[in-house]
């Protein structure tokens, strides 16, 4: 004679197995994708280095032919730190 178990008790382990087997291609689809953030993640930190290790030596390089100068990126001008800086007078000030 064989045991059997109620027929509610096998209708809930067959209720859980079914929804683990339903989340395990969910969580299987987590990984992957978590797994694919992070392969992004590290090509743009190295297109990120190399542009900077770019930048770098194409700083240098300016640097060697105009010196040790302020460029403004914007509009290319070349400003040289160590001079004085033009200050303009307000006309508006009243004295005190």
Do not use: C, F
Not at 33 to 59: C, D, H, Y
Not at 75 to 80: N, Y
């Amino acid at each position: 004679m064989s045991t059997k178990l109620k027929k509610n008790e096998l209708e809930k382990v067959q209720e859980l197995n079914g929804k683990l087997g339903q989340l395990k291609p969910a969580i299987g689809e987590i990984h992957i994708a978590q797994s694919n953030v992070k392969l992004q993640e590290e090509n743009l930190m190295s297109q990120w280095r190399s542009a900077n290790a770019e930048l770098k030596t194409l700083s240098d390089e300016l640097r060697e032919s105009y010196g040790d100068v302020e460029i403004d990126i914007a509009t290319g001008e070349i400003k040289d730190p160590a001079a004085p800086k033009k200050e303009v007078e307000d006309d508006n000030q009243t004295d005190s």
